[in-house]
């Protein structure tokens, strides 16, 4: 039987989030309806919550729930090394292997001319101004193994080139053409910790 009314509307909506099918979004739907009220409507507020609290932290564009993020607002990370990311989940995908004491930078996306995205598009300014107001040694460069990701990459070196920095980039532990949010924990901190600089090929 096909579904209508706000059941239907419920499955179009579940049906949007990533990888998740038409079949899916149903059983999610009609699971919702049979569990205890209690427990949908706890679902319900943590999605609300989640969209009215989270912001972005002032220092390194990542998700946070204050001006700063939980890292950024940690006095134990070495804030002379910033790891540079294209999305917050690259984020906890990293703080996954526990390999990395440093802070990071978010871009909030990488280079792509076919669909528009250029440098202005991304928050490279705020990563040159970290690094020309001092106190950072390193940037490792840990965009994602991909076309856009290498093309990215190249272009923050050129821009990072002579401003008395090391630029380093993960050892291609990393699958080619892979993204970092599905590269095993394990993989990713070993990748971290055989890191190169740009001059190493």
């Known amino acids: 039987m096909k579904a209508s009314g706000v059941i239907a509307s419920l499955i179009e909506q579940l049906a949007k989030l990533p990888g998740v099918g038409k079949k899916s979004a149903e059983r999610m739907a009609y699971h ?15 999605i609300r919550a989640v969209r009215e609290r989270i912001g972005k932290c002032k220092k390194c564009g990542s998700l946070a729930e204050a001006d700063l993020c939980a890292v950024c607002s940690d006095s134990k990370r070495d804030a002379s090394v910033v790891c540079v990311v294209e999305m ?4 906890s995908q990293i703080e996954k292997t526990g390999a990395f004491r440093g802070l990071y930078h978010v ?3 990488r280079l792509s001319p076919l669909e528009g995205i250029g440098p202005k598009d991304l ?4 990563l040159v101004g970290r690094v020309e107001r001092g106190g950072v040694r390193e940037v490792i460069i840990a965009t994602n ?13 050129k ?14 532990g990393l699958p080619a ?25």
């Open 88 to 91: 917050p989940r690259d984020v």
């Open 32 to 46: 919702i309806l049979n569990v205890p009220r209690e427990e949908a409507d706890g679902l319900a507020d943590a």
């Open 107 to 109: 871009l909030m996306g």
């Open 145 to 157: 193994a991909t076309v856009d990701g290498d093309a990215t990459a190249a272009y923050l070196e």
């Open 123 to 126: 928050r490279i300014k705020e």
């Open 159 to 172: 821009v990072l080139r002579g401003r008395k920095v090391r630029v380093t980039r993960p050892a291609r």
């Open 177 to 201: 053409g892979s993204a970092i949010e599905f590269v095993d924990a394990g993989v990713l901190g070993e990748a971290l910790k055989a890191r190169r600089t740009s001059e190493e090929g």
